[in-house]
């Protein structure tokens, strides 16, 4: 039998706050992976590219550019797995191999939501479901902007988002009331963290667009396939779903940054308290714990010439920081 114990989260984020009772399981049973399941202990991560150089045209203004920002791979690092860069624009059937040699996917933030892009992004979702309609433990985590296109694409509607002020803005994270946390990314987050997350302005926001919970929930396509997990509150007071998961598949949507409080600097609202950098570690130790059930085991031979070491950051702060803001990147051309 489960037991529940209740923490008391007040969020100071909304005019009419009033206390909201979010159950933790302490029942460890949630841990364990099924039986007859071995754990992967050398995963991979596939990270999609993004259009550009990250630094504007700064350090690349090629067309064919594209590139990575070096905090999601340290993210997925400080999880314990390695990344291949899964670079965009490069032939469909290179794309599908390195999708062979992963354990899971991070559609990572940026700006562009049109296009080849938008298409292959698609196409990695449909084989992201369709690895875990075989049978394989298959996860995805997508943030800001790969959370933006989940909507778009699980809704069926491209013009489903929102306009929301969230650039630069370290926020708090609303949890509904009664939500059972199991099988979701916070199901191991320590209780004074998930209570810090809502109380304090340690979870990173930098995005323009969004979903509302009343726009979410009216359309039936997004609204059954994912259920929500938290919201937020951008500048301008108005409420956005800020964490989704997926009822029947390892698919999280994050519209906050998990990697950016221990791994950018280009911004001053990132927060880098010590609750902060948790929050990132937490984050990170969640998705690659999802990716060690993955039953994919490719070779060593056959992932060496494919790993993110073979190619070298580029330090993008002295260039400029626009929009992104980053730190380093990796740039494929």
């Not at 923490?7 to 009772?21: G, M, R, V, W």
């Not at 943030?143 to 809704?155: D, H, K, N, R, T």
């Not at 308290?273 to 984050?283: G, P």
Request: include cysteine; aromatic fraction near 12%.
């Amino acid at each position: 039998m489960k037991n529940y114990f209740w923490i008391i989260f007040l969020f100071c984020n909304q005019s009419t706050a009033e206390p909201t009772l979010v159950p933790c399981c302490t029942n460890p049973s949630h841990r364990v992976p099924p039986s007859g399941m071995k754990l992967n202990y050398h995963p991979i991560i596939g990270i999609i590219s993004h259009p550009g150089d990250g630094a504007s045209g700064r350090l690349n203004n090629s067309t064919k550019a594209s590139y990575i920002a070096a905090s999601y791979v340290k993210f997925v690092e400080s999880g314990g797995a390695r990344v291949i860069p899964l670079i965009y624009n490069e032939p469909p059937e290179i794309l599908n191999k390195k999708l062979n040699l992963v354990n899971g996917v991070l559609f990572p933030g940026g700006s562009i939501k049109r296009g080849h892009f938008f298409e292959v992004v698609e196409s990695i979702f449909k084989n992201v479901v369709k690895k875990n309609d075989g049978g394989d433990h298959f996860p995805l985590l997508a943030v800001c902007l790969g959370f933006e296109l989940l909507a778009m694409i699980v809704s069926k509607d491209k013009n489903i988002l929102e306009e929301f002020s969230a650039i630069d803005y370290p926020s708090t994270l609303m949890f509904p009331r009664n939500i059972n946390l199991n099988g979701t990314a916070f199901e191991r987050f320590p209780p004074y963290l998930l209570q810090k997350m809502a109380k304090e302005n340690i979870v990173m926001e930098h995005h323009q667009y969004g979903i509302s919970p009343e726009k979410f929930h009216k359309n039936k396509n997004l609204s059954n396939f994912f259920k929500i997990v938290t919201t937020s509150t951008c500048k301008n007071r108005k409420i956005y779903v800020s964490t989704v998961q997926a009822r029947k598949y390892p698919v999280t949507g994050f519209q906050w940054h998990p990697e950016k409080n221990a791994y950018e600097w280009g911004l001053p609202g990132i927060p880098h308290s010590e609750s902060a950098i948790q929050v990132t570690q937490n984050a990170a130790n969640f998705f690659v714990r999802e990716s060690r059930k993955s039953s994919n085991r490719p070779s060593n031979g056959e992932v060496l010439d494919k790993l993110i070491y073979n190619y070298k950051p580029t330090y993008c702060g002295k260039a400029g920081r626009g929009f992104e803001s980053f730190d380093q990147v990796y740039i494929f051309s």
